[in-house]
C-alpha cells in the first residue's frame, strides 16, 4: 500500500503540491484526476522516489521511497512524453529495460508488439505520438514492477488502441500482484477502468475515494409522474443534485441510495420509475459540491 501523509513539495518559491494525505490500496486501478498544472505529475515523481518532499512523507507497505532502491524497484514510472534513446527501436528499449527491471518479461513485450502492430525494428523516432506511447506503455506492462506509475495514459492514443490499454490493465491485475495509478485531466477516460479516484486541484488533494462508495450515496433516476403536485414534492424531499424536465419525463441525480430515492418516488404514484447508471462527473459533482466547489470549473 502506498501511503502519503502531509505532503508538500515547491519549486523556486511555487507551491506544487500542499499537505497531500491518501492511502492507496494494492489490487486496485487508482485514477489521479486534475486539470493541467494541479500537480498531477509532481506527485506521480514523489511517488516514484524521483523527487523528494519538502515536507510529509511518501512510503510504501511503512518503507520511505526516497533513495530507497529495495522499495524503488517495485515502481515503474511512465512519464506524459516518453523518453527513447537517440535511435533506438522498440526491441533495443525492451532489452534495456530487461537490464533495468530484473522480472522485466521481454518475451511477452514482443509478443504484444506484435499484437499492436508495432515494428520491433524500425526507429521510434519515426513513431507518431501515440505509437510512441504505445512503446512507452508496452515496456512499463513488461517491466514486472508491483506499482505501475502512468502520467496521461490515453493521451495520443486512438480509440482502439485505447480499449486495447485498457484491457491490458485489466489482464495485468488478474495476473500478478500489480496496482496501476493513472494521472489524467479527462474524467471520461478513467470512467470505465479505475477502482478509486483522487481529485487534485491547485496542488491540493480534494478527496480520494473508492467508487463504489461513492456510487451507494448517489442515485440517478428518470419517472414520469402524471400529478405536477407530487412530482413537486418529490423534488422537495429528495437531496436533488440536479434534474431535468424533457416534456413529462423527469431526470433527477440525487444523494442517497438506490432503494431509498426509488421508495420515494413509488409513493407519488408514477407512470414509471427507472434507476440510470451514473457518469463519473454526475458522481464528482456531488463530491466537489461538499468540498465547495464546482467540477466544471476543475476538470475540463
Do not use: W
Amino acid at each position: 500500500m502506498i501511503e502519503l501523509k502531509n505532503v508538500t513539495k515547491s519549486f523556486q518559491g511555487t507551491r506544487a503540491l500542499t499537505q497531500v494525505t491518501a492511502k492507496i490500496q494494492d489490487g486496485l486501478i487508482f485514477g489521479l484526476v486534475g486539470s493541467n498544472g494541479a500537480g498531477k505529475s509532481t506527485l506521480l515523481r514523489l511517488i516514484s522516489g524521483i523527487l523528494k518532499p519538502e515536507e510529509g512523507e511518501v512510503a510504501v507497505d511503512g518503507q520511505p521511497v526516497f533513495e530507497q532502491c529495495g522499495v524503488k524497484r517495485q515502481m515503474c514510472f511512465l512519464s506524459d512524453s516518453a523518453y527513447f534513446f537517440s535511435n533506438a527501436t522498440p526491441i533495443a528499449m525492451g532489452r534495456y529495460y530487461a537490464l533495468a527491471y530484473p522480472e522485466f518479461d521481454l518475451e511477452n513485450y514482443q509478443s504484444l508488439l506484435k499484437k499492436f502492430n508495432i515494428p520491433e525494428k524500425k526507429k521510434i523516432q519515426t513513431f507518431s505520438k501515440g505509437r510512441k506511447k504505445q512503446v512507452s506503455l508496452l515496456l512499463g506492462f513488461c517491466a514486472g514492477t508491483r506499482y505501475l506509475l502512468c502520467d496521461e495514459t490515453f493521451d495520443g492514443l486512438d480509440p482502439v488502441a485505447r480499449q486495447a490499454v485498457k484491457s491490458l490493465f485489466a489482464a495485468e491485475l488478474l495476473k500478478r500482484d500489480f496496482t496501476p495509478i493513472i494521472a489524467s485531466h479527462n474524467l471520461r477516460e478513467l470512467e470505465d477502468i479505475c477502482d478509486s479516484i483522487g481529485l487534485l486541484h491547485d496542488g491540493t488533494l480534494l478527496f480520494a475515494k473508492d467508487l463504489d462508495s461513492m456510487k451507494c450515496s448517489l442515485c440517478k433516476m428518470q419517472c414520469v409522474i402524471p400529478d405536477p403536485a407530487k412530482e413537486e414534492q418529490l423534488l422537495s424531499q429528495l437531496c436533488v443534485l440536479q434534474y431535468e424536465k424533457s416534456g413529462s419525463l423527469l431526470t433527477v441525480t440525487a444523494r442517497g441510495s438506490r432503494e431509498e430515492v426509488l421508495r420515494c418516488a413509488g409513493e407519488k404514484e408514477p407512470i414509471f420509475a427507472e434507476v440510470l447508471p451514473l457518469s463519473l462527473e454526475e458522481i464528482f459533482i456531488s463530491e466537489t459540491e461538499v468540498a465547495g466547489y464546482d467540477i466544471k470549473n476543475l476538470i475540463q
